[in-house]
């Protein structure tokens, strides 16, 4: 195992490549700009191409171009930056192109501010563009884990046709950790005979029609239908999530990214002072793993759970719904890119267990 | 083992690229580590520092809100962070630029004259590396050779003929715990 | 029996939606014919717009994507990153690339992107019932300059064929019209012109075709081509404006 110290944006940069990806469209924005940098070097000697757009819209559509012409394709931005893609999300969910879209989360809303935060987790599990649609969102904690998910990423883009999103706070973006890469010369490439390539009319294959419009009401039901029947499947087959310290647990701590990472200090600390923590930490968002964050809050002996958040209470609203009042769920969390420190979290649940 | 480190100073004094060395080199050893650049309030004023942790064990929080050590280029870091250190912990100063003595008495101080020594080695640039000795003359963390192989890597092999400067400056802070 | 017409295998059977004395038909049948004539039936996507020709994804016989509302010049150049090898076109409306579309356009041109377009200059927004365009004249009125264009209120019409070709990677624009034999005859060479640019690899080549819209004009289609011919083309003059 090599390992490599690297910075978060370029091991992402890196594993995309890793993964196949060869195209990538992007326009700067802060503090991800060391993936388009990063690739604006690497995908010409991979045979790949980097282009910087004039903005984000122009970016996620050439996104859709390049994935509606079969290309393994990524880009990536920044909160503000993502308000601006969503039309082309949503326009790539309708036309079911497969894309991965990196979001390093900063502060918000508007132009908010440059560091770290998790404010946007209802604009990518909950929509964020328009229409009736999905978007699999993964939200890695760490730089390996990023790594390790960008080729499930544009594997799971490929088998359902979708946008995927890797939902990460700028920190993780910024930091560096030793990480292994699992170069990967001859990533496997699905066939993709839907995709528009240029059409022979004596070929086997049909014309390729890339399309996000279906002016009959009968026809876009069918596309619905369609995504709504793939929607369901994703849910039953994609959902990932780490549980930690939960039997026997007292209270359960549930977040993501970055955050999950400093609960994980804040269980040690209350395990020194003899009370027992657990951490449930969804690693995909949508679909949310509701299932194993009930379990590990519904167990006996569980008091109450607390979500913990750099955002003002989006997480906790679908670990409500997944425990379906079965028991408290509290909220803690600091919008603004404040990060909630382990002492900070250990100091509430002491608070919960004296109320 | 575990060490949370907080290393800040003004931009340009090379204080991310120590955080960096040392994490290289901690990786080197085997160790976990991690690098993560200035966040949320401690980003405000100027100043550049970065958090590196180092440990035997998987790390949980990045994120150092308590240092163990403190390595400080500049007079206004050593002000924002002096506070934070762990009763026991270490505070690094470049007595250089840092006309004022560590106030708290629960800490060991380390005057470092980085920027004096790096004039003597006729090389303002390695005052960060004299620092960057002088606190692992102290915590022992990782070895200067190791540290050296992880920044020859960053170089490159055509900046190679600046180790001997590097490594001598390295021993010189080392030199100033003893 | 010696055929001596037949329809452009570059179309599919589907008959057009456009309304009586529109300029689309025309213009679809002459890309269709330029494609198949130049031999790259096989080669060439294309991309549809948002505004009256948004289904063009139904008649013309190659991939065909749908692009959103002014994005086609991105969208074309996705897929021309993939595949340089191979051509594509779009085809957009005033509203579409003179309006929300002006930043995707003048970049693709900026970039020299290998793309053909295909520019229906109306001077009014169609599908969406006739609003102002940024080409409508001064004085013409529209559902939304009810009273005609006020050009101290909403400024005079853009010339989209001018702006591009002050761009370096502009290597082919031309503006043509509809409204007479000759200029149609006129509008096919240029057609034809811009996609061989393309396949000589030269930069973004654009055909500006000033089209009549008797259904939202509110005039009769043989009314519209003379409303074209004295009140459009001496605001929009003909001609090729560059070709490297």
Request: charged share 20%.
């Amino acid at each position: 195992m090599a390992l490599k110290l690297m910075k978060g944006c370029e091991a992402i940069a890196e594993a995309a490549i890793q993964a196949g990806c060869r195209y990538f469209f992007g326009y700067p924005i802060t503090p991800q700009n060391d993936i388009p940098e990063y690739m604006s070097l690497r995908l010409p000697q991979v045979g790949g191409c980097f282009l910087q757009a004039e903005s984000e819209l122009a970016a996620i559509n050439m996104v859709y171009g390049a994935g509606g012409a079969g290309a393994r394709v990524m880009t990536s931005s920044s909160s503000p930056g993502i308000s601006l893609k969503q039309e082309g999300i949503s326009t790539c969910c309708a036309a079911e192109i497969p894309c991965v879209i990196v979001n390093m989360m900063r502060g918000g809303p508007g132009l908010g501010n440059i560091q770290a935060s998790q404010g946007d987790y209802f604009q990518a599990v909950k929509g964020g563009g328009h229409g009736d649609y999905r978007l699999v969102v993964y939200a890695p904690s760490s730089i390996q884990e990023t790594v390790d998910l960008m080729p499930k990423a544009f594997d799971v883009a490929d088998e359902y046709r979708t946008p995927v999103m890797i939902l990460a706070d700028g920190l993780i973006g910024q930091m560096m950790e030793p990480v292994d890469l699992k170069l990967n010369p001859d990533p496997v490439m699905p066939p993709k005979p839907w995709a528009a390539t240029g059409w022979d009319p004596k070929g086997d294959r049909e014309r390729a029609v890339i399309n996000s419009l279906y002016i009959e009401t009968e026809d876009l039901d069918v596309l619905i239908d369609r995504l709504h029947e793939r929607y369901a499947v994703i849910e039953q087959k994609e959902k990932m999530v780490e549980t930690y310290n939960t039997e026997g647990a007292e209270y359960i701590l549930c977040a993501y990214g970055t955050v999950a990472r400093v609960c994980k200090a804040a269980v040690r600390i209350l395990e020194e002072q003899g009370v027992k923590v657990g951490l449930v930490r969804p690693i995909t968002l949508w679909p949310f793993p509701s299932e194993a964050v009930h379990d590990a809050i519904a167990q006996d002996g569980v008091k109450a759970a607390l979500t913990v958040e750099m955002s003002d209470g989006q997480l906790v609203e679908d670990v409500r719904l997944a425990v379906n009042g079965c028991k408290p769920v509290e909220f803690m969390g600091k919008a603004g890119s404040q990060i909630p420190t382990a002492e900070d979290i250990a100091e509430r649940i002491l608070n919960m267990r004296r109320a | 083992m575990v060490e949370r480190n907080i290393f800040a100073g003004f931009g340009g004094q090379g204080v991310l690229l120590m955080g960096q060395l040392l994490a290289a080199a901690g990786m080197m050893e085997g160790k976990h580590t991690t690098w993560v650049p200035s966040y949320g309030p401690e980003m405000r004023g100027g100043t550049a520092n970065c958090s590196v942790m180092l440990s035997d064990e998987p790390i949980d929080s990045p994120l150092v809100t308590r240092p163990t050590s403190l390595i400080v280029m500049n007079r206004p870091s050593l002000e924002k962070f002096e506070s934070k250190v762990v009763p026991g912990g270490s505070i690094f100063v470049n007595s250089s630029l840092i006309d004022v003595k560590v106030s708290r008495d629960d800490v060991n101080a380390y005057y470092v004259p980085c920027n004096e020594i790096a004039a003597e080695l006729g090389n303002d640039k390695v005052s960060n590396m004299i620092m960057l000795g002088a606190y692992l003359g102290k915590a022992k963390c990782v070895d200067v050779e190791t540290v050296l192989e992880a920044l020859l890597e960053k170089l490159g092999a055509k900046k190679a003929k600046l180790i001997p400067l590097n490594r001598e400056a390295l021993l010189r802070g080392a030199a100033c715990i003893e | 029996m010696a055929t001596i017409f037949q329809r452009t295998p570059v179309l599919t059977d589907k008959p057009f939606h456009y309304c009586p004395g529109c300029g689309h038909g025309i213009v679809h049948r002459m890309v269709a014919e330029v494609i198949e004539e130049l031999g790259i039936h096989e080669k060439t996507a294309g991309v549809a717009p948002v505004g009256c020709a948004v289904f063009a994804y139904n008649y013309f016989n190659i991939d065909m994507y749908e692009a959103a509302h002014g994005r086609a010049p991105a969208v074309a150049t996705g897929f021309k990153r993939v595949h340089p090898d191979k051509y594509i076109f779009t085809y957009q409306g005033d509203g579409d690339l003179a309006s929300i579309g002006t930043a995707e356009i003048v970049h693709a041109a900026h970039r020299g992107e290998k793309i053909t377009t295909i520019f229906i200059n109306n001077a009014i927004y169609g599908m969406t019932g006739g609003q102002m365009a940024p080409t409508s004249l001064v004085g013409q009125k529209t559902t939304t300059s009810p009273l005609g264009r006020d050009k101290d209120h909403c400024g005079e019409p853009i010339r989209i064929a001018e702006m591009l070709s002050t761009i370096n990677g502009s290597a082919f624009v031309a503006r043509t019209a509809l409204n007479s034999t000759a200029n149609l005859v006129k509008t096919k060479a240029a057609i034809k012109k811009a996609f061989e640019t393309q396949i000589a690899g030269k930069g973004f080549s654009l055909v500006e075709v000033l089209s009549p819209c008797p259904t939202n004009w509110g005039k009769s289609p043989a009314e519209s081509m003379d409303w074209l011919t004295d009140n459009m083309i001496p605001y929009y003059p003909l001609g090729i404006l560059k070709e490297v």
